[in-house]
C-alpha cells in the first residue's frame, strides 16, 4: 500500500482516537441501564445534617431572560436585609432566553457544574424527572423546616405546590397568583351586563358585547398558553377541581367526553369571533395592553396582570374600572365553586449538591424578605409570608404612597381566604412536549383547523407515549 | 517533476490540517450521530441502549410523517417556484434587457444575501393583523376582503412562507440560470430566428434545450437546499400554527433540545441525511463527469 | 423588444424588492406610538432615531453585529487557507488516493448540519469550551470545508498544469509554488469562495442557535430571533430598527461586491 495512503489513514486514526479519548465520560452512550451521577442519599451522609451538599464560591443564578422580577428582588435584598448573607456568598446572577435555557441546563447538570438556583421545566423536577433522578434538586419544604422558617410560604401556595410536585417540593414560590376573568367594569356598566353568575351568562355577554361592536375577549394567543388555559377553566368547572390530575393519575382519558367536551365549548367561543381576528398572532403585552386601554372587555389571566392594571401610565381605563370575576360556575357542573386556578410562577430551584450552610443563609433570608417589598416594587404577590399588608410604591422617595387600589385589596383577601385551589390546565404536564403542544394547538382548535377529539387525542398521546 | 509534486511531506502539509479539522467536525460527529441514534435518553439522565426502537417508532410517528410531508409538499413548490421564477427572470435579463440587465439583476439578487431571521421578521410584520394591520391586509382590507390572519391557519401560512422564500431566492437563480442562458452562441439563435423561429417557439425549441445542463444543475441544488429548509421556517412562523409548517429539520431540532431526546433526534437526523442522500447522488454524478473528462464549460 | 409588457414587469420587480425595505426603513424611524396608530404608508412624523439607540443597547443588536464578525471573519480566513491548501494537494499534486479523498470531502458536503449537532454539542462542553465563541468558529471551519476544498479544486483545474510544472522545474518547492504562483492564479476563485462563505456563516442560524448559550454571545441571527424588550414585550420601534441595521449591514457589502458574486456564480462550477 502506497506509504501516503498509510500515513492518510494514521492520522485518520489518531484523530479518531483522540477525539474518543476526549469525549469518553459518563455522557458518552453506554450499554448500562439508565442510571445518572450518585443520587442525594449517598452525598447527605457524608456532608453536614440537613446539609445536603457544600456551598459554592457564589450564590449563582441561572433564570430566563424573562424573569425579570426575581434577579431585582434579589439583588435589593443583596444590598438591604440580606447584606451579612450577600458577603458570604456574593449573588451572581446568569440570564439567558428561556428558549435556550434548558438546553444549558442540562449540558451544566451533565457535568455537575449547575449553579445554585435556576429555572427547570416542570417535566424535570417532578418525582421522576430527570434531575431529580439525578440528584440535583433539594427538597425545599424539608429544608425550610430544617431552618425552622417553613411557615413562611403561604398554605395556599405549598398546596399548590404539594398538588403540582406531590412528596418533593422543588420549587420557590415566588410568585403567587390566582387566576381568573379580568373584565373592564365600565364597559359592562356601559352596555348594562351584570357581572356573569354562571357560563352561560358569561357567553351571553360576550355575544351581546360582539353584537354592540366591543371585543369581548383578547388573549396573547402568540404564547400558546393564554388560549390553553381556557379550555382548563372550563374543565374544573365542569368536571371538578381534580379533572386534570385524574388524567395525570391515568384515572381518566383526555379523549373521554367531558374533555372533549370543554375543548369543544372554547371551539365554539373562537367560532362565534368572540376573539379578536389576530388572536394567533397577539403577543401578551399587547393582550394585557387591550385589557387596561379598554380596547378589550375581558380577559382570562392570572393576578400577575396587577403590575399592569395599577401602572396609570399603562392603564388609561382608570385603576378601579377592572375587575377580577372568578370563572362561572356550570350549571350541573362539579367541584368547588369557591376554587380559584392557583399557580405558583415559574419553577425555580435549588441544587442539592450545592446546598451548605452558607446557601442555606441565603435560603432563610429570602423567604424572611422577599414578600415585604414585593408589592412595593412590582405590584406583586409571591407565596412567602409578608410581614405588613400590600402597601404601592410612593410616586416620589419620601412621599406617601398612593392607596391600595381595590382590585389588589380585593385579590389579596382572595387569596388570603381561598379554600381550595385548582391547577391549571398544564400543570401536570408530563412532558415539555405536552406543554407546548397544548398551548400551540389550542388556536388551531380555536380557529376550527382541528377538531377537539384531534386536540385532545394529540395531547393524550403525548401523555401516553412521553418521549 | 512528478516527484516535487509527489511531495509526501508537501501534500501532509497543505492537506492534512483541513483533514484534520473535517474529521473532528464532521466525520466523527457523524458516526457518533449514528451511535446516538440507537440509544434513548439524554445528556442529564444518561442513555441506554435500545437497538433500533427509534427507527421503529419513526416509520410510526405521525408527527414525524406530517413533517416529512411538509417538507417534501414544500420542497416541490418552492423548487418548482424558483426554476420557472428564475428562468423568466433569465430570460428576461438576456433576450429583453440585455446590456442594461446588470442593474435589474443587482436589484433582484440583493434579498439572496440578506440575514433570513430579519426577511422572516420583515415579511411577519408585512403580513401581520396584530397589533395592527400590516400593508398586505391593509390592502386587501381596501379590495373588500375583511382582516383575517395569515399565520393562524396552515393553509396561509404556507403560501407566505412560499412567498417569502421565492422574494429571497428568486434572484440567486436568476443570475444562476442567466449564465448558463448567455453561453448559447448568437449565431445559433440567429439561426433558428432566420427559419421562423419567434418567442415562446424560440424558448422551447432552442433555448430550452441548449440550456439544460445548468437547469438541471439548478433543480437539483435547488431542491437538496430546499429539503433543508429551517432558517427562514423558525423566523416567520417557527413551525407554527401548532405544527403544521413545522419540517423534519425543525423538528428535529425541537426533540433534541427543546423535548431532551437525543437517540431520536438523531435517528431523525439521519432520516433527514437519507432524503439529502438521494438528491446529492446526483449532483456527484454530474460533477464527476467534470473530474475525470475535465474542465466545464 | 422593451415594449410596455416587459416595462411593467420590470416595474413589478422594482416595486417587490425595493418597497418592502422601504418599509421597513420608514416605519423603524417611528416611535412604536406612531407604528400602532397611523396606516403602514404613511411617512414618519420625524426622523427619530432613537429606535436605533434602543435597538442597538435594548435590543444588543450592537454586541451582536460585533459577534458576528468576531466569529465570520476569523472562519473565513481559516476555510479559505484549508480549503485552497487541501484544494490544490488534492487537484495540481499527484499522488495516489487523492480521488478516494476528494469522494470522502464531497460526502461531506451533502452532510445536513444536523447530523453533527448533537455530537458535536457534546465534545465542545467536554472541552470546556461552552461559554465562549469557539464552538461557532470551529464548527464553520469543519462545515465549510467540504465545498471550499471542491470548489478550489475546481479553480485549480481551470488553471493550466504548465504553469506549476514549469514553475517546479526552476527548483521551487511545492509549498513556494502554492503560495507564490497558484494562490494568486485562483485570485477570482478566492474572492468568489470568501463571498461565499462569508454570506452562509454570517447567516447561519441552525449552528449558532446550537451552541450559542448566553445573550451576551448572540450573533446576528440568534440576536434578532430573540430580540425582546425589558419585561419580554416586543417593541416595535426598536424591532425595525434591529432588522433594517442588520439589513443595511449586508446590503453595503454586497453592493460593493456585487459585481464580483455575479461573475463568481456565473462562471461557478454548477454549470454542468
Not at chain 3, 160 to 171: A, I, N, Q
Request: net charge neutral; charged share 10%; hydrophobic share 50%.
Amino acid at each position: 500500500m502506497a506509504p501516503t495512503r498509510i500515513v492518510t489513514r494514521l492520522l485518520h486514526a489518531s484523530v479518531v482516537v483522540v477525539i474518543l479519548l476526549a469525549a469518553c465520560g459518563p455522557s458518552a452512550p453506554a450499554p448500562s441501564t439508565s442510571t445518572g451521577p450518585a443520587p442525594v442519599a449517598s452525598q447527605a451522609a457524608a456532608s453536614n445534617g440537613q446539609y445536603t451538599g457544600t456551598d459554592p464560591q457564589s450564590f449563582s443564578l441561572l433564570l430566563t431572560t424573562e424573569n425579570t422580577q426575581v434577579p431585582a428582588e434579589l439583588q435589593r435584598l443583596a444590598a438591604g436585609p440580606c447584606a451579612a448573607e450577600n458577603a458570604a456568598l456574593p449573588l451572581s446572577v446568569q440570564q439567558t432566553p428561556g428558549a435556550q435555557i434548558q438546553q444549558q441546563i442540562q449540558l451544566l447538570a451533565s457535568q455537575n457544574s449547575l449553579p445554585v438556583m435556576f429555572n427547570p421545566t416542570q417535566a424535570f423536577i417532578v418525582k421522576d424527572g430527570a434531575l431529580q433522578k439525578a440528584g440535583y434538586i433539594l427538597d425545599i419544604k424539608k429544608a425550610l423546616t430544617d431552618l425552622g422558617v417553613a411557615d413562611q410560604i403561604l398554605p395556599g401556595a405549598q398546596a399548590v405546590i404539594d398538588q403540582l410536585y406531590p412528596g418533593v417540593s422543588p420549587t420557590l414560590p415566588f410568585q403567587y397568583n390566582i387566576e381568573g376573568i379580568f373584565y373592564n367594569k365600565k364597559i359592562f356598566a356601559e352596555h348594562g351586563i351584570s357581572v356573569p353568575q354562571s357560563w352561560d351568562d358569561l357567553v351571553a355577554a360576550a355575544t351581546k358585547l360582539k353584537a354592540a361592536g366591543v371585543q369581548p375577549f383578547t388573549a396573547g394567543g402568540k404564547s400558546g398558553w393564554p388560549v390553553s388555559r381556557w379550555i382548563g377553566a372550563y374543565l374544573f368547572r365542569s368536571l371538578g377541581g381534580d379533572a386534570m390530575a385524574a388524567v395525570a393519575n391515568k384515572q381518566a382519558k383526555l379523549t373521554d367526553p367531558g374533555y372533549v367536551a370543554a375543548a369543544q365549548t372554547i371551539q365554539d367561543l373562537g367560532k362565534a369571533g368572540l376573539f379578536p381576528v389576530g388572536v394567533a398572532s397577539e403577543d401578551l403585552p399587547t393582550a394585557y395592553n387591550d385589557l387596561v386601554t379598554g380596547k378589550a372587555a375581558m380577559e382570562y389571566q392570572g393576578t400577575w396582570l396587577l403590575a399592569n392594571i395599577n401602572d396609570p401610565a399603562q392603564n388609561t381605563v382608570g385603576l378601579d374600572q377592572i375587575g377580577l370575576l372568578q370563572v362561572p360556575v356550570i350549571s350541573g357542573g362539579k367541584g368547588d365553586a369557591g376554587a380559584w386556578p392557583t399557580n405558583v410562577g415559574s419553577p425555580h430551584a435549588i441544587n442539592a449538591k450545592l446546598y451548605g450552610p452558607k446557601v442555606g443563609a441565603w435560603l432563610k433570608c429570602i423567604v424572611l424578605h422577599y414578600a415585604d417589598n414585593l408589592m412595593t416594587n412590582q405590584t406583586a404577590f409571591s407565596g412567602f409570608k409578608a410581614s405588613h399588608p400590600p402597601v404601592l410604591a410612593a410616586p416620589t422617595p419620601g412621599t406617601t404612597p398612593p392607596p391600595v387600589p381595590p382590585l389588589t385589596v380585593e385579590v389579596a383577601n382572595d387569596m388570603a381566604s381561598a379554600k381550595s385551589s385548582v391547577l391549571w390546565f398544564e400543570a401536570l404536564s408530563p412532558s415539555a412536549k405536552f406543554t407546548s403542544d397544548a398551548g400551540a394547538n389550542s388556536l388551531l382548535l380555536l380557529n376550527g383547523s382541528m377538531t377537539p377529539l384531534q386536540y385532545m387525542t394529540l395531547l393524550q398521546n403525548d401523555i401516553d407515549n412521553p418521549q | 517533476m512528478n516527484q516535487v509534486l509527489g511531495d509526501r511531506r508537501a501534500i501532509l502539509i497543505l492537506l492534512g490540517p483541513a483533514l484534520l479539522m473535517y474529521s473532528a467536525v464532521m466525520v466523527i460527529p457523524v458516526v457518533w450521530s449514528f451511535g446516538y441514534a440507537l440509544f434513548r435518553g439524554n445528556l442529564i439522565e444518561g442513555f441506554t441502549f435500545v437497538g433500533l426502537a427509534n427507527f421503529g417508532r419513526l416509520v410510526q410517528d405521525e408527527q414525524v410523517a406530517a413533517a416529512v410531508r411538509f417538507t417534501l409538499l414544500y420542497t416541490l413548490v418552492i423548487s418548482t417556484g424558483q426554476i420557472v421564477l428564475g428562468y423568466s427572470l433569465a430570460l428576461l435579463y438576456t433576450f429583453v434587457l440585455r446590456r442594461s440587465s446588470s442593474l435589474i439583476r443587482t436589484l433582484v439578487f440583493f434579498p439572496v444575501v440578506l440575514p433570513s431571521v430579519a426577511v422572516g421578521l420583515l415579511f411577519s410584520r408585512l403580513f401581520a393583523v396584530a397589533p395592527n394591520s400590516g400593508p398586505v391586509v391593509s390592502v386587501l382590507d381596501r379590495l373588500g376582503v375583511a382582516p383575517f390572519d395569515f399565520f393562524a391557519a396552515a393553509g396561509t401560512a404556507f403560501w407566505v412562507i412560499i412567498l417569502m422564500d421565492l422574494w429571497r431566492s428568486m434572484g440567486f437563480y436568476g443570475v444562476l440560470l442567466y449564465s448558463g442562458l448567455i453561453d448559447i452562441p448568437t449565431e445559433i439563435l440567429e439561426a433558428a430566428r432566420i427559419d421562423g423561429a419567434r418567442g415562446w417557439r424560440l424558448v422551447r425549441s432552442v433555448v430550452l434545450p441548449l440550456s439544460l445542463p445548468v437547469l438541471v444543475s439548478s433543480i437539483i441544488f435547488s431542491l437538496n437546499a430546499s429539503l433543508k429548509v429551517f432558517d427562514t421556517i423558525v423566523a416567520l412562523t417557527n413551525g407554527g400554527p401548532g405544527s403544521e409548517t413545522t419540517p423534519i429539520t425543525l423538528l428535529m431540532f425541537q426533540t433534541s433540545f427543546f423535548y431532551s431526546s437525543f437517540g431520536y433526534g438523531s435517528s431523525m437526523a439521519i432520516l433527514i441525511s437519507v432524503m439529502c442522500f438521494m438528491v446529492t447522488i446526483f449532483i456527484f454524478r454530474s460533477s464527476r463527469r467534470d473530474l475525470t473528462v475535465g474542465g466545464a464549460a | 423588444m422593451a415594449g410596455l409588457p416587459a416595462k411593467l414587469v420590470i416595474l413589478l420587480l422594482l416595486v417587490i424588492d425595493v418597497y418592502p425595505l422601504f418599509w421597513l426603513v420608514s416605519t423603524s424611524l417611528k416611535s412604536t406610538q406612531e407604528f400602532l396608530n397611523t396606516p403602514f404608508w404613511s411617512l414618519p412624523q420625524s426622523l427619530d432615531f432613537q429606535n436605533y439607540a434602543d435597538a442597538w443597547t435594548l435590543g444588543r443588536i450592537g454586541t451582536s453585529l460585533q459577534n458576528s464578525l468576531v466569529v465570520t471573519i476569523p472562519s473565513v480566513v481559516c476555510i479559505l487557507l484549508l480549503g485552497a491548501a487541501a484544494g490544490f494537494a488534492l487537484e495540481v499534486m499527484i499522488w495516489k488516493g487523492r480521488n478516494t479523498v476528494l469522494l470522502v470531502i464531497l460526502g461531506g458536503i451533502m452532510v445536513p448540519s444536523q447530523m453533527i449537532l448533537l455530537p458535536l454539542f457534546t465534545i465542545y462542553f467536554k472541552i470546556g469550551l461552552t461559554n465562549t465563541l469557539w464552538p461557532l468558529i470551529l464548527t464553520y471551519i469543519g462545515h465549510g470545508l467540504p465545498l471550499t476544498t471542491f470548489l478550489m479544486a475546481a479553480y485549480f483545474r481551470s488553471v493550466p498544469r504548465e504553469l506549476f510544472e514549469s514553475c517546479t522545474l526552476d527548483g521551487a518547492g511545492v509549498l513556494r509554488s502554492f503560495i507564490s504562483v497558484g494562490l494568486p492564479l485562483v485570485r477570482n476563485g478566492l474572492l468568489t469562495v470568501a463571498l461565499l462563505m462569508f454570506f452562509s456563516t454570517y447567516n447561519d442560524l441552525l449552528i449558532a442557535l446550537t451552541f450559542i448559550t448566553s445573550k451576551d454571545m448572540s450573533t446576528v441571527q440568534v440576536g434578532l430571533l430573540n430580540f425582546q424588550g425589558e419585561y419580554g414585550s416586543v417593541l416595535y420601534g426598536p424591532l425595525f430598527a434591529g432588522i433594517c441595521m442588520t439589513v443595511l449591514g449586508t446590503l453595503v457589502v454586497y453592493l460593493f461586491l456585487s459585481r464580483q458574486i455575479m461573475q463568481g456564480l456565473a462562471g461557478g462550477a454548477l454549470k454542468g
